[in-house]
């Protein structure tokens, strides 16, 4: 799989965005963070998702990797009055940027950030919300972790709520369309994410898709028990 034409359009149409994002990911870089930030088009899809997700409600976001703040924000900007978006860092040097971003994009009252590994803070935040508690849950961390961040998750997770995963096509070292090569550094993301893909595919709990956009965006529905799926 490459970069695709339609791909080139939707990122100039629809990759527009405002000064404050526009300033996060170069100043991330010049402070040491990795370049590795959703793009434009998927943080405003981000957005929309969670606007989508929580209907009338404030909405509750629960993210799992923050890196610079990035997608962090375009999700409280998908939230109403009172919501939030939790979300969850392994690096403290990562968190500790973040923090000053979501500051300067007027967002800080809505993100609560919490600094630990993933696997160890979404058990904890499970206990914590209570069940049936957020409307969208947005996994972008470690890749072979994903099933089990679900997992842990998935208690919080009410009826018509979404799942989103970034990475689902690949990053920029793989797409999950290559072949399967065992001497490839990142060989276990990209079987990790196939399996993701293809389970959430046929799990009758979820109505799922992939949107191919960026690196590719899965979006699952959690189905509630009035609905149905093929
Ligand atoms: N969502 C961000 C990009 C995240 S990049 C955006 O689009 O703006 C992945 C992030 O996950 C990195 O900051 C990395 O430090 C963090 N990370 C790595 N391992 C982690 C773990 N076990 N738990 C939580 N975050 C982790
Ligand atoms: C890369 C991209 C991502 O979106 C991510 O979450 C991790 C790594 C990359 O291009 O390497
Ligand atoms: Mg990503």
């Given at each position: 799989m490459a970069a695709t034409e339609h791909g080139t359009y939707i990122h100039q149409v629809f990759g527009h965005q405002d000064a404050v994002l526009t300033a996060i990911m170069p100043r991330a870089v010049a402070a040491?963070?990795?370049?590795?930030?959703?793009?434009p088009e998927v943080g405003r899809l981000l957005q929309l998702l969670a606007t989508l997700a929580r209907g009338e409600r404030p909405g509750v976001v629960v993210e799992v990797?923050?890196?610079?703040?990035y997608s962090a924000i375009w999700l409280a900007r998908?939230?109403?009055?009172g919501g939030k978006v939790v979300t969850i860092e392994a690096d403290p040097r990562h968190a500790a940027f973040a923090a000053a971003e979501f500051k300067a994009a007027g967002v800080a009252d809505r993100v609560e950030q919490v600094v630990a590994k993933g696997l160890e803070a979404l058990p904890a935040l499970a206990k914590r919300l209570?069940?049936?508690?957020?409307d969208m849950l947005f996994l972008d961390a470690i890749k072979v972790e994903y099933a089990a961040y679900l997992a842990a998750a998935e208690p919080m997770l009410r009826d018509g709520s979404l799942v989103v995963a970034d990475n689902a096509l690949g990053t920029g070292s793989w797409?999950?369309?290559?072949?399967?090569?065992?001497?490839?550094?990142q060989a276990a993301d990209r079987a990790a994410m196939d399996t993701f893909n293809r389970k959430m595919a046929t799990d009758p709990r979820y109505i799922t898709t992939c949107i191919p956009m960026g690196h590719g965006v899965l979006v699952a529905r959690r189905v509630g028990i009035k609905e149905t799926r093929a």
């Open positions: 040491g963070l990795p370049a590795i930030s959703v793009a990797g923050t890196l610079g703040g998908g939230l109403g009055g209570g069940p049936a508690s957020i797409w999950v369309t290559d072949a399967a090569d065992p001497a490839h550094p």
